[in-house]
């Protein structure tokens, strides 16, 4: 299984961007698809998750400013970040609750994608 992300860059302050994360490979399903972000010196935090019912949870520092969706058709989750401040700054992962079967469920984490917010 493999999640690639995309949409990452650098964005002034109060700006937006999109992330995208697709996940591919040998999957009967999908039960939890979420972000982290890391900034630099600190630990890895969850900003948002999604359940397969649809079921949401937020960093309270995001709420309100970000929204996380998925396709569960497409495998990919979404994560729309608006009125970003530059303590949004770091790298953002994709991590996602995979089965294998019925009974079988492993973690997988994307390679990260950098997102800057400048003053």
Do not use: H
């Not at 992330?19 to 948002?48: D, H, T």
């Not at 998750?49 to 495998?75: C, E």
């Amino acid at each position: 299984v493999q999640l690639v992300e995309s949409g990452g860059g650098l964005v002034q302050a109060g700006g937006s961007l999109r992330l995208s994360c697709a996940a591919s490979g040998s999957i009967f399903g999908i039960n939890v698809m979420a972000w982290y972000r890391q900034a630099p010196g600190k630990q890895r935090e969850l900003v948002a998750g999604i359940t397969s019912g649809g079921s949401i949870n937020y960093l309270d520092s995001v709420k309100g400013r970000f929204t996380i969706s998925r396709d569960n058709a497409k495998n990919t989750v979404y994560l729309q970040m608006n009125s970003l401040k530059p303590e949004d700054t770091g790298v953002y992962y994709c991590a996602a609750e995979v089965r294998s079967s019925t009974w079988f469920a492993d973690d997988y984490w994307g390679q990260g994608t950098q997102v800057t917010v400048s003053s």
